[in-house]
């Protein structure tokens, strides 16, 4: 009975401050550039970049797994709920993502030794038809990368599910102290910061030159990588967010969609 009072205190006072929060902080705009390069791509013109892109991003979180990572790991730390608010407002576009992020790892007061456990016991799950699309764009010769806001303990080892080197997986690494205990985050990594995914794609076309680089995801911060990626197509398969789906050229909400246009063009 104490626990379960704790926890619904706990998770009221998480939810209450997110309301005052919003009421505080003006709503993040989508960038305008976005808006602009968004507005005049029609989906014609987006599946045309699709079939002849030279590299494919994809977010992780609710993307190329059915869960959002972050809300799965708070649950399994007892704080499912509370965390699960500040990551509508997060996905949503209208919260800082770090402050966002620095918030709900503080709640989940988070251990090294229960991430290794989580990781054993909740492997994530793959979304239907992710590891035949990465397959196929793999037999295409296309290179793949992860751009993600979540942990880099969690989406290496997804990435080696699906035959993605670890040097393509952008993400979040979270640090401990020498007991274990949770001590930060890795600010230094781009992605833990809103335009973060935005900075890894400027230097992904930099390094090596892509032209038609298309970026795939469920949220805000997945669309406003366009431009620099040359194309965005939003994806709904687990998760609709209703500012992706209004402002995506070609919004999906499955993977086969996706490689049957690739199809096409073979």
């Known amino acids: 009975m104490r626990y379960w009072l704790m926890t619904s205190l706990f998770t009221f006072c998480a939810f209450y401050h997110v309301q005052m929060f919003n009421k505080i902080l003006p709503r993040t705009k989508m960038p305008t550039n976005t808006r602009k390069y968004l507005d005049t791509l029609t989906k014609d013109q ?3 970049i699709w079939r002849t892109a030279d590299a494919v991003c994809f977010d992780v979180d609710s993307t190329i797994v059915q869960e959002e990572g972050i809300d799965e790991l708070a649950e399994f730390c007892g704080v499912g709920e509370a965390v699960k608010q500040w ?19 503080n709640m989940c007061n988070l251990t090294l030794e229960q991430l290794e456990r989580y990781k054993k016991e909740k492997p994530l799950t793959l979304t239907a038809g992710i590891k035949e699309l990465i397959g196929h764009l793999h037999s295409e010769k296309i ?19 699906l035959n993605i080197p670890s040097e393509n997986v952008f993400s979040v690494e979270l640090l401990f102290d020498s007991d274990g205990r949770y001590h930060g985050f890795n600010k230094n990594n781009p992605t833990s910061d809103s335009g973060g995914k935005t900075k890894v794609v400027h230097r992904l076309k930099d390094k090596y030159g892509f032209k038609r680089l298309i970026m795939i995801g469920d949220g805000a911060t997945d669309m406003e990588t366009c431009p620099p990626a040359d194309g965005f197509i939003g994806f709904g398969g687990n998760v609709i967010r209703d500012k992706v789906r209004e402002h995506s050229p070609w919004f999906v909400t499955s993977f086969q969609e996706l490689l049957d246009e690739l199809k096409v063009s073979n």
């Open 46 to 48: 987006l599946k045309e």
């Open 87 to 105: 990551t509508i407002q997060a996905m949503g576009g209208n919260i800082r993502f770090r402050t966002a992020l620095e918030t709900r790892l």
């Open 143 to 161: 290179p793949v990368f992860l751009i993600s806001g979540g942990f880099r303990q969690l989406n290496v080892p997804l990435a080696h599910r």
